[in-house]
């Protein structure tokens, strides 16, 4: 069983940041890409910034020097540095991962975390 966790989600304040981690545990052989997406009320799911086990890391334009996704490779774990946030940030955001496990190393499958939510307002 595979569970990807995610903590660090909140209030705060416009111009403000915050800091999203994502551990991902259980019977894991490789992970793959990692990233975060965010979905905010009545919006659909997007993608926000993923990045490669080589550590090449892509951005959706909204967030592009604000945002700095980061791994950490020996931890299993995604990070997601938020700065200058905007009120516009303001959603759930969900880790994803695209890992093997023991069991069928050779299988690559998709995973989420359950999602943690931001809010930015004064």
């Known amino acids: 069983q595979v569970q990807l966790v995610e903590s660090g989600g909140g209030l705060v304040q416009p111009g403000g940041s915050l800091r999203l981690s994502c551990a991902a545990s259980?019977?894991?052989?490789?992970?793959?890409?990692m990233g975060w997406y965010r979905q905010a009320t009545g919006k659909q799911r997007e993608l926000v910034a993923d990045?490669?086990?080589?550590?090449?890391?892509n951005y959706v334009d909204s967030v592009k020097g604000r945002f700095t996704i980061t791994r950490d490779n020996a931890k299993n774990t995604v990070y997601l540095q938020m700065n200058s946030l905007k009120p516009e940030d303001t959603a759930v955001y969900y880790c994803?991962?695209?890992?093997?496990?023991?069991?069928?190393?050779?299988?690559?499958?998709?995973?989420w975390g359950q999602g943690t939510q931001v809010t930015v307002s004064s």
């Open positions: 259980g019977s894991i052989f490789s992970i793959y890409a």
């Open positions: 994803n991962a695209d890992l093997a496990v023991i069991a069928t190393r050779g299988r690559v499958d998709n995973y």
């Open positions: 990045i490669t086990r080589g550590d090449t890391a």
